[in-house]
């Protein structure tokens, strides 16, 4: 698993016109090429009188899938520029349609270029990119009169905290990138001259909105 990367927020569309033509990038997340597939599919069936439905995709911790179809359009005018603004972005895991409705104008090679390019790119920038970071909710137990102290340091620190259990000791639970785990262990020893007992709980990814 990535400790982070970065992917579409979330399933939405955004159109834009060029040319008389309507361009619209509808953007999703896609864990396989299966999702990505399905995805394709559903938008082909919604949007079945357009023009051109053309797609993009890459999948995997490496980018192990790349796919790029143009529908119709010249080749290497629609899925290849799609996929290289999704490469540029640096985003994984993420699946991409552009709908085409001809308006009546021909663009010519470059003008599809910069066109799909650009459906996609102003997609992005209106539906958001998020960056996940796998975190660890790491738990440290201390006795009642620590609290003070560390829920301060906590505030102060890079960590977020995810809550406070009231229990014989106080249960707090904080959210700590992987990678830092152990880094996080030591500090809360050191903190409170190793009073604290800290457990590692589970995994999740936490999103931050970049765009």
Same mark, same amino acid.
Request: negative net charge; aromatic residues 6%; glycine residues 10%.
């Given at each position: 698993m990535l400790f982070t990367y970065k992917t579409? /927020?979330?399933?939405?569309?955004?159109?834009?016109?060029i040319q008389k033509s309507r361009f619209i990038a509808h953007l999703s997340r896609a864990e396989n090429e299966s999702d990505a597939q399905q995805f394709i599919e559903r938008i082909k069936k919604e949007h079945w009188n357009a023009t051109h439905n053309c797609s993009a995709y890459v999948i995997g911790e490496r980018?192990?899938?790349? /796919?790029?179809?143009?529908?119709?359009?010249? $080749?290497g005018t629609a899925g290849v520029p799609m996929l290289e603004v999704l490469k540029k972005r640096d985003l994984k895991d993420t699946v991409v349609?552009?709908?085409?409705?001809f308006g009546g104008i021909k663009l010519g090679a470059g003008?599809?270029?910069? +066109?799909?390019? $650009? +459906?996609?790119?102003?997609?992005?920038?209106?539906?958001?990119v998020v960056k996940r970071t796998?975190? $660890?909710?790491?738990h440290t137990e201390i006795d009642y009169h620590w609290l003070g102290k560390i829920e301060h340091a906590l505030r102060e620190s890079p960590y977020e905290l995810k809550g406070t259990d009231y229990l014989e000791q106080v249960d707090i639970q904080t959210y700590v990138p992987v990678e830092q785990t152990t880094d996080?262990?030591?500090?809360?020893?050191?903190?409170?001259?190793?009073?604290?007992?800290? /457990?590692?709980?589970k995994q999740l990814y936490l999103e931050t909105v970049l765009t």
């Open positions: 579409v /927020k979330e399933t939405n569309s955004h159109e834009i016109t980018n192990e899938v790349q /796919k790029a179809n143009d529908d119709g359009e010249p $080749s349609v552009v709908t085409r409705y003008g599809l270029i910069r +066109a799909y390019g $650009s +459906a996609v790119s102003e997609g992005l920038n209106h539906i958001g796998l975190m $660890s909710i790491i996080f262990q030591e500090w809360i020893t050191n903190l409170t001259n190793g009073q604290a007992t800290t /457990k590692v709980g």
